[in-house]
Every structure is written in C-alpha cells, then in structure tokens.
C-alpha cells in the first residue's frame, strides 16, 4: 500500500536538486532562455528522445556516453535547437562545457527552438558562466525552456510508503505545438529523490510514455529534438516499484495533458476513447487519426457537432470497422447509432452544449471486439496559424 | 505521333454529351446544387472510389451494377454526401430515379456535402423533373457541384492522331478541402468520344490516378464520396491508346492542380520533389508527409523559408535519410546542404523571394538513391481555418 499526493512546488523541491533560468539574450524578448538542473550527488539518468531521424546534436551527445553514466548537470536553452547543425552541433557543446569554470561530470545538454542555425555559443557561454548552481528556482527554469508556450508547465507528488518513508517525484517541461505520435517538441526534465535502482528507471519510462506523450497530437509532426529525461539521485532511501511507476505516470500523464492544453491557441483538450475495436494497436491507429484531422479539429474550434467527419476519419484510416456497429457520442450524448438517424434537432442542440466545454471526450464505439485506447488532442484556430505562420520572428 | 490542344468549352462541347445544372433547393443560399449528364447513347462507364472504409451510398449503388455496365445518366447534387445514411441511402437513391419520367439506363448518382445526413428526397425529385435532357449548359453543371470551391473547375482536350481522326476529353471537378492520399473530397467527370475499349479505360484511370489525384493534399483527410469517373460514348471512332493515356493524364493533372491551388483559401499552389530517395515508395512517403505537414504549410503561408521544419518532417517520416547527404531548396535557391551551413543572410533573402511566388518548387534531394516523387499541396491559412469552423451552417 502506498499513497501518491500531489503537492506545491517546483524540482528544487526535491532534496539535493538545484535549479535556476536567466536571460542570456537568446530571446530578442529578453526573456529568460537559459537553464540548469544540478545536482550535488551525480544522478542516474535515463532518457527517451524523438523517433525522428535527424535526432538533433544534444541527443547524439549524450548517447556518446557510455550506458548507464552518471551525470550532475543539464544545461537547457530554448530559442535555438541545434539541430540539423552536422559535426559543428556537437563540438559546439564540448566546447560550452569546456568552458565553464563549475566541476561537471558528464554534462548534458538540452535545446529547443529554431532547427539549422548553429548555436550562439558565447552568449550561452557568458550566460552559463553567471550561473549560480546552488540557486534553487525551479520556477525560473521553467520560465527559460519555453518557446511558443503559453504557460509554464511542471508538476510535484510526495509518495508515502507504507514502511514510513517517502520519496518526491516532479517535473518541469515545454511543449506546445509539434506534438504527437512518439514524442514530441518536447522537453520533459523529471527529478526524484527515489532510491530507484537504475534498471527500472528506463523499464518505468518506456511503460508509461505510450498512455502519456505518445497518446497526445497538436498537429501531427514529431521534432529533432524531443526528450523524456529521468534524473535520480536516490537521496531519500525510500522506494517501491509499484509506487515509483505510478507516480511517474502520473507525472507523465500531468505533463502530456498541460502541453495538448496549451496546444498553440487550442482552446479544448478533447479525449478521443476508441473503445471496442478488434485490438489495441487498431484503436490507437484511429484514435490518433481523429486527434490529427485537420476537419475533425477545426470543426471542435467551430463548436460544430459535424459528427460525419468523425466517422469519415475513423473509415479514412482504414482499420476494420462497420458503419453498421459504429456509435459516435460526445461525452454521454449519442449523435450516431449504427446506421440509424439519431441525430435530431434535440440530440444536436445537446452535441452542440457538450461542445461548448473546454475540455469533453469524444467516444467512438467500434462494436466489434474489445480493444481500446485513447488519444488526447485539441481544436485548431486562427491561433494556431498565426503562431506557426510567423515563429521564426 | 498524335497532338493534344487544349480548347475551350464545357462538356456539352463533346458530341453527344448533354449537361445542366439548377437551385433545388438545396443550398440555402439559392446556388445551384442539381446537375446532371445525360448522354444520348448509352456511355461505358468506369470509375475510382474512395479508400474510405465508409463508402457512401452512391458509391454502393453504382457498385451494385454489374461490370463494364453501359449508363446514360449521371444525376449529381451538393450540400449533402448520402454518407453514413445506411441503407435508407441507398434506398434514397432507388426512389429518386423511379420518381423520374425519363427513360433512364442504370442511371448513377454521385453525392457531395454533409455527412450523416438523409437526402432531401423531395427536392431532388422535384429539382430532377424539371430538368431538360437536352440542355447543354456544362457550365452550370459546373457550378451546381460545388461546396466550399472558390471556382468551378473544368478543362478540355481535342486529340488530333495520325489519320487525321479526332477525339475530345474533358472533365468537370469539385474538390478543395479533405484532399488527400488517395483520392479526396472530389468529384471528377471525365467524358470523352473517344473510341476507347472499354478495358482500356479502367487500365488508364489507375495508371494516371497515382500521380494526379492521388498526389494532391490539401488537408491530409480522405473523405467518403471521392469519385473519378470515365464515361466514353464512342461517338468519334477515334483511339489511339498511348495518345488516350496521355489526354486522360493532363486531364486529371489539370483537375488536381485547379483543386490544390483552391485548397480552402490556400494561396500558395507548392510542389514537393523528392528526389535520389532509395525507393519510389520511399520518395512518395516524404512528398506526402511535406505536402501534409502543418508545421510546414503554416511556414508556407507565412512566406518563411524555415527549412528546419522541411528536415524535420523528413526525419520524421523515418525513411532512410542522413543529413550529410540531404539537400533542400526553394526552386533553384539552395538553403541546407549536407550538413554544412549554407543558410547565410544573402540565401535566405533568395528564398524569401521564391516563398513570395503562387506557385514554386519544395526539392527535397536524399542523396541515396535514384527514386524520386512529386506530391502537390498549398498553404494553410486563416481561411483555411475559417471555412472548416463552421462548414455546415
């Protein structure tokens, strides 16, 4: 037994963490763009990154280590990805690291923003340089990851034990546009003080990465540069499996459903549960084809309870399915019955309330076996292309 | 040797083709949104459906008939698809042609509009009766298939061959949204005199239909009505198959061009070349994904030559790809090349001004093979957004 609650406060929170964020003038804005994590005990870490295959310079770096190393530093930046950057991204990072006067060991880096442009490493070397690492402002750091986010994103539970003892889990990340199918421009940084042996770390993060990051879409494309990091420096001596999973799911989970909330103007977080489907992988392959239609996504913009593009997009993706036992609902509001008109003035009138919510789900009942899966998305506005028309500038 | 000229005119323009389209009522705006093609002697008729597992009513009628099935009447309304109606759609159908006091042969129907909808039965029957089967307006047939079309879309072909025989081909289309893989929210009549076999046809829809229609995105949706139909009355006495292929190819070309430079609002018409990719099906997969992409048709409208999303969608499309032999340009302006950092003040400005043309070149050089592949695609915009919001009201 076991109790996971959710508590205030950013990874300093988190004994042995420190943490900060500055203007290191990245950011035209002057806005803080430059970050760190740092830990006095060097940590365990375990990563998943993008399946893109242009993986962007930091990625290569740190899988230069050897398995299983041990590090004491993440240095984020945002503004600027470095990524499809050749041999020059990399060296660019040796070369920061070389220069700063702090005892790292195996350092990493981190990086999102604009892709082909080689990194501005001496501001990033004068900003890293006025660092203070035993500053703990997690708030700060979040403040610095972001680029088109409207918000900053980060969560914190405290898992009680039933020996007595307990451990924290949080996060900071950014993401909100770029979102989808396996991982996302996103940036995930998770801290504990669990005394989780490091064979679990990895085996914890790809268990829960399918039903979190890899079930949200903002709009279909997946970046160089996405990354799930998990950083433990076992500090607390508490630790159980079963817990250390559940509460880094829930972390997971928190953060995946504040980056399709902030999904570049989106104004609804919608859950599309395909239940019912002949198996798993088919009621995802739909589930994830609704939450990226561009029709099915400007028609929730709209409020429009045009539940025909719904069912247009679950045929388009070709998985086995029947218009014969097929039922379309909004929450608890059914607008297609298996071929039989339901959808009337009153069943409409009630479609269209559900679709006023900022957040609902949208139910697609394949009715000819048992698999489901969910997928979590958002609406598409004018928001959204006035953000991505112009985001170089 | 055979030569094909472009003329002018609609489809009353080939011998024994008779068209017209009327208001039934359908569109509240008072539109036309009735039509038909009426042939005095009997037409073969071949034709290419939707991938959509939900293949609407119309398109279950016609494949009722038996093979190679001779028709003299097409009868095509907007504003409502006879999609996900069961099988009161097909029945809708049955009722609509027994009502009719013409001597109709395995008469064909096509649909267009809402899904989910039962037919307006009444006003298409009272809208059809008025019709007269000798009219010849294909212009107002041409108007009478639109939905969210900015214009109406028709072309025409005379095909002089060696023996100084002729034959015409020409098409009528609607399609500008949900315009993807494998055919699209479309309507296509092809009708030709042509002295055409009849398994010539079917041959020669396929053949063309890869690199036509099923090259175009607009949104990445396909929907359940998509239809390209060939309907050849013989009348000429003139074939010359390769010449045949050819017409019907710059046919369809020219319906999927006009379609992706209307792609709801899109004012951008963009070609993606792919090129030395390790397999056509290779090249194929990343021409769609560019053509597809938010990410990238948002940069596109915003005249941004933001190539890091270009590499990025490439990356992520997982075919075989390394960015130190990756090339990508904007028609002849070359902005990333093998990993060496080309993108410098003086090449940005250069594509800048190719971003600002209505139509240009997206070419995408893999460097690992000799497969290539062109898809078609636009802009993604405010309209865009606009138009889908709130398409059925």
């Known amino acids: 037994m076991f109790t996971i609650l959710p508590i205030k406060g950013y990874l300093d929170q988190i004994d042995g963490f420190n943490c900060d964020g500055i203007s290191a003038g990245l950011k035209p804005s002057g806005d803080k763009d430059l970050g760190f994590i740092y830990t006095s005990t060097p940590c365990d870490v375990q990563a998943v990154f993008t399946e893109n295959k ?59 923003g604009v892709i082909g442009n080689p990194l501005p ?28 986010d409207a918000y900053a994103k980060t969560c914190m539970y405290q898992v009680n034990l039933e020996d007595g003892s307990s451990f924290k889990i949080g996060a900071v990340s950014k993401g909100a546009g770029m979102i ?12 504990t003080d669990a005394n989780v042996p490091s064979k ?72 599309f549960e395909v239940i019912n489907a002949i198996s798993t992988e088919e009621a995802q392959i739909v589930a994830k084809a609704l939450s990226n239609s561009l029709l099915v996504k400007t028609a929730l913009f709209g409020e429009d309870p045009n539940f025909g593009r719904i069912a247009s997009t679950i045929g388009a993706s070709r998985i086995t399915c029947d218009e014969e036992t097929l039922v379309i609902s909004y929450n608890d509001v059914i607008v297609y019955n298996k071929g039989e008109l339901c959808f009337d003035g009153i069943q409409e009138a009630k479609a ?36 991505n028309a112009d985001y170089r500038t």
Chains 1, 2 share one sequence.
Do not use: W
């Open 54 to 112: 242009f993986q962007a310079a930091p990625l290569k770096h740190f899988l230069q280590y050897e398995e299983n190393f041990k590090t004491n530093f993440v240095l984020i930046n945002s503004k600027n990805a470095n990524a499809m950057t050749g041999k020059k991204g990399i060296e660019d990072i040796n070369t920061i690291f070389n220069s700063l006067p702090f005892d790292l060991i195996n350092p990493i880096m981190s990086s999102t």
């Open 121 to 148: 490493i001496e501001k990033i070397v004068a900003g890293a340089k006025s660092f203070d690492l035993s500053a703990s402002s997690g708030e700060n750091l979040s403040k610095a990851i972001m680029t088109t």
């Open 180 to 191: 989808n199918p396996n991982l996302a421009t996103m940036l995930c940084f998770i801290c």
């Open 200 to 271: 679990d770390m990895k085996e914890a993060l790809i268990v829960n990465s399918e039903t979190t990051f890899n079930a949200i879409s903002v709009d279909g494309d997946t970046s160089t540069n996405d990354t799930v990091m998990l950083l433990a420096n076992k500090k607390s001596n508490a630790y159980d499996k079963e817990a250390f999973i559940e509460a880094l799911r829930l972390v997971m989970h928190d953060m995946a459903m504040l980056m399709v909330a902030d999904g570049e103007g989106a104004k609804k977080a919608v859950a």
């Open 352 to 387: 269209s309330k559900v679709l006023k919510n900022d957040k609902y789900k949208v139910i697609c009942d394949i009715g000819l076996g048992d698999s489901s899966f969910t997928a979590y998305g958002c609406d598409l506005g004018y928001k959204y292309v006035e953000i």
